[in-house]
């Protein structure tokens, strides 16, 4: 096949440089790395320009596959066998020098530059990126709703090269089992490869399709759903390409290969953020990418790919995606502002350089040197890259492991404060009967540091979400002889209060049971979470935690929940504000006639407050305090269910978070807020003596 001298050239992986010495270079192919790479970096850089531009990465994903298999079938037809070893050693010697330096070099960058209350999740990232399991890592958090509030990492683009790598693994050991059971039925192998990829590209495909409708957020990210991209161009490389000399096949190179670019373009101008992706829209930019390929050499795409630039930026597009975006994704916190035009055109231009000196001084080298790595026993090349990865592992780990260490310390500390509780501390400051509340023995001090703030939590596992058992539902204070029995329900705002409701449970000797649930509460209106399953699964512990209420022979009931990050969809007829107030009115009607407390929620703080905070740490309120119109919403739902159930008894804080113009991070040295919408347990502990005597008085 004419496409077997070019093995060496596919993106992601194979994504850059082909061989130096490669007489049979694809430069149509050459054309596509760099029109995808540039698709990803001004989608990175300007994404309200080009809203599609993130199908680059499609259009990788099917070079790769139509590559690399071509490479494996050479082998099977030359030997009758494949040699996995050599496969991963060449790939390996491919992928992990210029990877291994970009992680250790973020590595050093989020330690020196990234304020530490991110370090947790970037160094996370890190080591997930060179475990290859980046993007099971991204599809685990994406219906995380701990990680809800997550940023974006600067490493958090390998969760292309992780799926590229988990590709490169399964690969050549399906070409193997095919090329064995070809053996035994006496068929000729590359029949039994194309049967195999068939049957593989079809439940891909199918299972895409499935989960881009259910979990979507899951589907982007899961290697099974982009399978068949790969796929399909590893069946393109058992038919073949259109070779120049291939008359038949004229007028086709003539149309057919621009009619493949037109329909990348198609999809990077048309496709956006609301566009359900993978699912069937992938098909566009990967039915164009194998147009160009199978059409496009000896074609005048050709001409396209010999360009100087078109050709340059083929040759460095894998390096090109490496550095790109921990450039966009660390140069704010370098220049402390957010990028502007020159900053990106500078990122563009810096992208471009750190890719030729990458692919020039640090990867060709190592590749093909014999006195590196050129021509050592795959073993060799083996130990080499699972030492530079567990250099990167290592120094991630331990700076993750030194920020450990710091939160238990600020924690411990913060403790030992809350539990004198001098004048003025935290909800304090905001208490009318004190005011001005004045202490100078707390200048200088902010607990908990913003750097452990995501730490600062009070929820227990055993109050958390829901087992094979139902519900969990955890107590506090005394277990017997209580003089109130209640239970508090709602989401993870509820179990922000853990610690006060065990303060009001042990100064009043009542028994407190706690449950809460992820993004869900007690309310009767269609939940609108991540994926279909986790709808299915807050419905039934909406019916589980109704049915523990009435049987319960409770007192009262406490409910509360996130106004911002308990999504539902409107009923029919109805406004979302409509909605909601008749879903909690119905829930609340179904349980038992008892008092109801209902605990209005906390405001919302922006995505970057704890960065701000960091930044201006003295003058953080007057920096980073939120205008009081955009902390809470404009629409309360608890508050006017509330007027239509009699039993039900308000308890709204709002004073102890906002003044009447904004809602501050930072109360009487206590930070506010662990992330965008909760409660750090320190600001939680300052509020009991605030909310104990309203509930006291509801429940009566």
Partial sequence: MAVVTVMEAALGSETAATEPRGDGLRRDIQALRAIAVAAVLAFHLWPNRLTGGYVGVDVFFAISGFLITSRLLVELDATGRIRP???????????????????????????VAVPRHLWRQYLDEVIASALQVQNWLLANNSVSYHATDNTPSPTQHFWTLSVEEQFYVALPLLVLAAAGVA????????RIVVATLVAVVAGSFAYGLWLTASTPTVAYFSTLTR??????????????????????????????????????ATACVVFDGGTDFPGIAAGLPVLGTLAVIRWGQGSSVDNLGGLGP???????????????????????YVTNRPLGSVDKVAIAAATLLLAWLSTAFLEDPIRFRPQLLGRRHPLTVAAWCGAAL?????ASATARHSQTVRDRQSLADARELLAEMPDCLGAQAMDPDLAPCENPDLDGILIPDPAQAQADDANLAECWGSDSDGPKVCSLGPRTGYRRHLLAIGDSHNNTLIGVYRHIAERNDWRIDVNGAGSCYLTTADPRRASQSQDDGCRGWRDRITNIANDGDYD???????????PIRPGPGETLEETATRGLVEAWNDLPDVPIVVIRDNPAMPSGHLTCVTEHRDTANRSCAVPRSEALPAFDAQSEAVRLVPRAELVDLTAFYCSDEVCPPVIGNVL?????????ASFATTLAVYIEPRVVAAVG
């Fill in 310 to 332: 078109v050709a340059l930026l083929g040759r460095v597009s894998y390096s090109a995606y490496l550095w790109h975006w921990p450039l966009i994704v660390l140069v704010p």
């Fill in 85 to 111: 070893g050599r496969f991963w050693a060449r790939r390996g010697k491919r992928l992990v020098p210029a990877s291994a330096t970009v992680l250790l070099t973020v590595t050093v960058a989020v330690v």
């Fill in 227 to 264: 399978a068949w991209e790969f796929g399909l161009g590893a069946l393109l490389a058992c038919v073949g390409s259109a070779g120049s000399a291939d008359r038949s096949s004229t007028r086709a190179r003539r149309v057919l290969p621009w009619l493949g670019l037109a329909a990348i």
């Fill in 390 to 394: 567990a250099i990167v592992v290592v």
């Fill in 556 to 566: 009262a009931f406490i409910v509360t929940h996130s106004t911002t990050q308990s």
């Fill in 183 to 190: 053996r035994v039925l006496r068929r000729p192998p590359r």
């Fill in 672 to 680: 506010v807020y662990r992330d965008t919408s909760h409660l750090t």
